[in-house]
Nanobody, 122 residues
Framework: VQLQASGGGLVQAGGSLRLSCAAS????????MGWFRQAPGKERKFVAA????????HYARSVKGRFTISRDNAKNTVYLQMNRLKPEDTAIYYC????????????????WGQGTQVTVSS
């Protein structure tokens, strides 16, 4: 089971980026796909999550209304569209997967990608 995150980069405040997370392996057994981020010297924090069907999504308060999570099960890929980016969004972004119920706690996600750096300049 592998997760490969991509799409990070440097963008000016107010700009947009779209992150992708390609999954391989036993993907059918996963339910919740999530995005987390970790800024230097800080703990990893929940950003967004989506169920296997895509009908239910969850967002951190700090990104709600600016970020949109989606998934394409045919491609085994999850996306995070990030709009109106702010300098405080700067972090390494990780995708993760877990079976069962949605949780926002990183400790409850079993599988992780390698992370992609997002830097927002002011």
């Amino acid at each position: 089971v592998q997760l490969q995150a991509s799409g990070g980069g440097l963008v000016q405040a107010g700009g947009s980026l779209r992150l992708s997370c390609a999954a391989s392996g036993r993907t059918l057994s996963w339910n919740i796909m999530g995005w987390f981020r970790q800024a230097p010297g800080k703990e990893r924090k929940f950003v967004a999550a989506i169920t296997w069907s895509g009908r239910s999504t969850h967002y951190a308060r700090s990104v709600k209304g600016r970020f949109t999570i989606s998934r394409d099960n045919a491609k085994n890929t999850v996306y995070l569209q990030m709009n109106r980016l702010k300098p405080e969004d700067t972090a390494i972004y990780y995708c993760a997967a877990r079976e069962g119920t949605y949780y926002s706690s990183a400790e409850l996600y079993k599988d992780w990608g390698q992370g992609t750096q997002v830097t927002v300049s002011s």
